[in-house]
């Protein structure tokens, strides 16, 4: 520190003060910005999943209902058989009945079928009776589901309300492309009646806006009758869905019983309502796909928000310009005035002495520096004869002088009164120089501050001709000349005292000459 | 003090154009258009019905070919409806009296003359000519779907009937595929040991057969051409007797017995059937590993004629309502012409009249299928195949001579009796009563 101004530790302290109440004034409008954006996009997220939610409970709720409308009528066609006894009391396996009567029977009973199953897209409209004999629509693929008979056992199994003596049945025998619903008319008939599937596409509608949102109805064993998705149809609905719906936390969407329930979880927003016949309408979208908005606007956010605090940066680094700009003309002024002396136009003595021990802490082991100390002999005789302001004229003009004749690279300096200094280094770049040839570079640099001097005193002699006739004015100098160092640094109280030294003698000799430091 | 002045400038230039820049980066286009007017696309489409009966198969693939139309169609939506055979043709009659039939609707041949004698009763489809390729049938193709010289339906593809046998049964019995109907009756009075039967079908086939047993014993037509009948109620004795006979010795099994599962079980050895039917009664067979052979339809030796008769399988027709004929007319167009719909049908419903499907089925293998095998021979004679007589497929006329065959074949009536009430009854479902 103490090789460096004052003045420059301030201003770098300056400087950095400044950025950092940039940084601090970014990064607050950035935290502002985010807690606002965390706030408000949270509270966006949870309106977008009760929304979602509430739009995918209404929606399985419709469908549902449409499922429910589809099955009751289902349901509904086939108790028109009961509207005469000889259709549903007839029964085929009675070995008493004659054959004829048999036959006409079969054929009301299959006029009837034909009259009441215009009514549906039927895949399957008939009676099957307990020896396997059937009457109507039996289609060829539910007769190949029995290639060994067996039908009416099965279809009897499938009869689990015993209040209604019906029931619906799906993948039987691995047959998935058709839902059925039987239901006996008598101990030894069972109505059957089937329809594809496919037909379930026209009661799963739902908005195109909820896209990636699959619609299931699955049996009571989890089995997928009906998907969005066909390749899922006669698959077991994924695990991962029936853990959510087991083990989330889930509210009530139909208080018509515990199985209707949303779940909100981080992958997957589930809606399930159970159909009369138990069946369930499952309803899920990816959570992800519900809040790719809320995603985008956070994304979105996040971008807005960097560009303002870099839009205040910018403002505020302006800002910061107009009103320190001032201040550092203001500084800069002080540190001029504070440094140079105001007469002379070079360095005072307090920063002479700071410059030349920052130089001297970095001059090499082998570079030579050279200090001069200068005096205007007899300048009391311009004070007491030309007067103060005559004295003061010289004096700048003095400092022009030497800044004049010495190198940029230069440091001078008024150490007071008519005495100035002049302070160079002499860098050497063969650093394996030996002594001989070091000595003999240090004469050369002896011999060319020796031309300086002469010219210097030549051209003060020029410079001041008539202050010299009248007050006698001149120049003496004393240099030192750095020898080879021994490894310590220089300090400049020393090396003044060295040069202050030869000044003396130069004095003693009868002024206006130089003399160069030897040691003792 | 100028260079200082000069650099300030500029870096207040870059800052403004640096802000400027964030500022077009970082706003969103949608917080400029946050007042604009929103304008939601709503559905558009234009939506029509289509019918159509058939089995599992039929409707599986028709509804996958639907699928796809929409898909190369996106403005037009089509809802369907559907059933099997049986009851089918009253459906329709309802659909037709009540003016609700689908906008484009499967029809049976007969239909032309029961909903449209004078060709208004379907959409004239040469109006639709921009959207129906007809370069993929010749004239008399599409004169099968024309009426009163008005082109009412498109065929989709020439049906008759086959038979189909188990032989397995059939070497079992150390006996061949019958060709005659004495050859028939002996494969009947075998099976009959077994608590077997010869043949099984559905009341139409077995009109049918009728038919051809008297027409070859009696070288005239039951029906005459404009669909009544061309003989009295003792032709109608005739195959009466003759039926029984069938059935008493097991060559013929009873209509109200037979079914699929009964033929595909060996309880019944054989069929007569579509060959748009092939799938269900050669190839499924097939499948389980029992060996089936294909017969011919039986021939009297000096017989006048055949008695067998073809028709185009099934047709698909237009509404003569329809108030969306072109969105139709594309659909009726990809049912019978597109190459997709044609592998979705494959033979399912015959051998396909139309160019475009023939060529799009000779690529996967036409030529090997049993269908194609089976028409290639029956249409080899021609000249002994006759064009249906529309009321010969009539449910009214089929039902009539089954229930009233039932009185006679459950002695419940005399057979003269019996004949004389099918009689009268053929002759009012001809008149419509």
Known sequence: ?520 | MKLLNKSNVIIRVLIVVLILAIIYTLIDKRIWNGNEEKVTETQNKTHIFLSWWGNDVRHLYTMEGVDLFQEKNPDIDVSYRYGVWSGYEKRTKVWMESHNEADVMQINFAWLQEYSPDGTGFYDLNKLSEYIDFSNYTEEELEYGSKNGVLNAIPIAMNTHTFYYNQDILDEYGMDVPLSWEDFEALGKRAKKDNRYALGFSKKQLLLFMIAYYEQNHAETVFNEDGTLNIDEKGIEYMLDYYKKLMDDHVICPIDSFDRAKYMSGDIIGTMCWISDTKLYCDDLQATGVNVSRGHYPVKEGAERTGWYIKPATMWAISANTPHPEESAKLLNYLVNDPDMAQFQQTEKGVPVSDAAIKALTATGLKDTNEYKATEELFSDPDNLYLMIPNMESEAILDAFKSGADEYLYDKMELDECALKIYKDINKAINGE
Not at chain 1, 112 to 123: K, P
Not at chain 1, 222 to 227: D, T
Not at chain 1, 279 to 288: A, D, E, F, G, Y
């Open chain 1, 1 to 520: 520190m103490k090789t460096k101004s004052r003045f420059e530790q301030s201003g770098r302290k300056f400087r950095w003060l400044q950025i950092e109440i940039l940084v601090v004034f970014a990064a607050i409008i950035m935290i502002v910005i985010f807690l606002l954006d965390y706030v408000i996009l949270n509270n966006t997220k949870q309106a977008m999943e009760s929304n979602a939610s509430n739009l995918i409970a209404a929606n399985s709720r419709q469908i549902q209902l449409n499922i429910n409308s589809y099955l009751q009528r289902m349901e509904t066609v086939p108790t028109l058989l009961f509207s005469d006894e000889s259709y549903y009391l007839y029964d085929a396996t009675d070995e008493n009945m004659e054959e004829y009567d048999k036959v006409k029977s079969e054929e009301t009973i299959q006029n009837r079928i034909t009259d009441i199953g215009l009514m549906e897209n039927y895949s399957d409209f008939g009676i099957v009776y307990a020896d396997d004999h059937v009457v109507g629509w039996i289609s060829h693929g539910t007769e190949d589901i029995f290639p060994d008979g067996g039908m009416y056992e099965a279809f009897s199994g499938y009869i689990v309300d015993s209040k209604k003596s019906d029931g619906w049945a799906f993948d039987i025998n691995g047959c998935t492309d058709r839902i059925y619903y039987v239901k006996r008319l008598n101990e030894n008939a069972i109505l059957e009646s089937a329809t594809y599937t496919r037909e379930l596409s026209s009661v799963f509608v739902y908005p195109e806006q909820l896209e990636e949102m699959t619609i299931r109805l699955v049996d009571q064993e989890n089995e997928i009758i009906y998907s969005s998705d066909l390749n899922e149809i006669g698959k077991v609905i994924p695990a991962e869905l029936l853990n959510e719906l087991s083990l989330n936390d889930s509210n009530s969407a139909d208080s018509s019983g515990d199985i209707n329930k949303s779940v909100i979880s981080e992958k997957y927003l589930i809606n399930t309502n159970e159909c009369v016949n138990g069946w369930r309408v499952i309803c899920s979208v990816p959570t992800k796909i519900i809040l790719k908005d809320n995603n985008q606007m956070r994304r979105f956010t996040l971008k807005l928000s960097l560009g303002v605090a870099m839009f205040f940066l910018l403002v505020g680094l302006e800002f910061l310009m107009r009103i320190y700009r001032p201040m550092d003309v203001v500084v800069e002024s002080l540190k001029e005035g504070a440094e140079i002396d105001s007469l002379s136009g070079v360095r005072n003595k307090a920063s002479f002495q700071d410059a030349v021990d920052s130089r001297l802490g970095v001059v090499g082991e082998n570079d030579i520096f050279i200090l001069v100390m200068i005096d205007v002999d007899n300048f009391k005789q311009i004070n007491d004869k030309l007067g103060h302001a005559h004295g003061d004229q010289v004096i700048i003009r003095t400092g022009k002088l030497l800044k004049k004749m010495y190198e940029a690279d230069s440091i001078i300096g008024r150490l007071g009164g008519d005495e100035f200094a002049s302070f160079s280094v002499c860098v050497l770049s063969d650093s394996d120089m030996d002594e001989t040839k070091y000595n003999e570079y240090r004469d050369g640099i002896i011999a060319t501050v020796s031309q300086q001097l002469e010219s210097l005193q030549e051209e003060f002699n020029k410079e001041f001709e008539e202050e010299k006739s009248t007050c006698n004015i001149s120049l003496s100098a004393g240099v030192y000349v750095s020898e080879k160092s021994t490894g310590e640094k220089e300090k400049f109280k020393i090396i003044y005292e060295k040069a202050d030294s030869a000044l003396y003698e130069s004095k003693n000799a009868g002024k206006s000459r130089y003399t160069i430091y030897k040691e003792s």
